[in-house]
T-cell receptor, first 118, second 113 residues
Framework: EPEVTQTPSHQVTQMGQEVILRCVPI?????FYWYRQILGQKVEFLVS????????KSEIFDDQFSVERPDGSNFTLKIRSTKLEDSAMYFC????????????????FGPGTRLTVL | QKEVEQDPGPLSVPEGAIVSLNCTYS??????FMWYRQYSRKGPELLMY????GNKEDGRFTAQVDKSSKYISLFIRDSQPSDSATYLC?????????????FGSGTRLLVRP
């Protein structure tokens, strides 16, 4: 069964360093998302991406964050200068463009990247 | 008032019990409702999605939506120890072209053998 994959599974970085989190969405999906989950808290939306542009971003997604689809299979989240409060699980998700609206809204999540900022 | 509220639990039940998990929400624009299961330190796994009001059944799982009460439920029949996980509800509004999901905080379920 197709699935979303993410690398690395765990990333440790020093405050102020840049990190790139990588995702390979399900192959025929065209909507892509990043969410984060701080330990013990709810899953929060960061950004959605369709047709090579951001369709919506949350207040969390400030100028330190960027997303890119560098080729036909990868989707990346870059944090330019990490802060302690960026420590969280980051989940990539994807959904299909086909079918009824409910199906298009059904998102499939990857296993996550645990980001630890020291 | 939070957009989506969910009792954090933990909810502890014996194997074989019927489990009821619930979410309430405040935004009447939500019309798409999903249930995800999340094991510790893993990604959310989609269980079911429903549109607008009504029931939907899939194996041991039944999802219900009551839009008049802004209340959704997930029922698990014949619960198994492997069902022990955190259950997340998530919602989306039709006018939201980004399709973003708004999540509840999750209910932790423990099924005792």
């Amino acid at each position: 069964e197709p699935e979303v994959t993410q690398t690395p599974s765990h990333q440790v970085t020093q405050m102020g360093q840049e990190v790139i989190l990588r995702c390979v969405p399900i192959s025929n999906h065209l909507y892509f998302y990043w969410y984060r989950q701080i330990l013990g808290q709810k899953v929060e939306f960061l950004v959605s991406f369709y047709n090579n542009e951001i369709s919506e971003k949350s207040e969390i997604f400030d100028d330190q964050f960027s997303v890119e689809r560098p080729d036909g299979s990868n989707f990346t989240l870059k944090i330019r200068s990490t802060k302690l409060e960026d420590s969280a699980m980051y989940f990539c998700a994807s959904s299909t463009e086909r079918g009824l609206a409910g199906v298009r809204r059904t998102q499939y999540f990857g296993p996550g990247t645990r980001l630890t900022v020291l | 008032q939070k957009e989506v509220e969910q009792d954090p639990g933990p909810l502890s039940v014996p194997e074989g019990a019927i489990v009821s998990l619930n979410c309430t929400y405040s935004n009447s624009a939500f019309q798409y409702f999903m249930w995800y299961r999340q094991y510790s330190r893993k990604g959310p796994e989609l269980l079911m999605y429903t549109y607008s009001s009504g029931n939907k059944e899939d194996g041991r799982f039944t999802a219900q939506v009551d839009k008049s009460s802004k209340y959704i439920s997930l029922f698990i029949r014949d619960s198994q120890p492997s069902d022990s996980a955190t259950y997340l509800c998530a919602m989306s509004a039709p006018m939201d072209s980004s399709y973003k999901l708004i999540f509840g905080s999750g209910t932790r379920l423990l099924v005792r053998p």
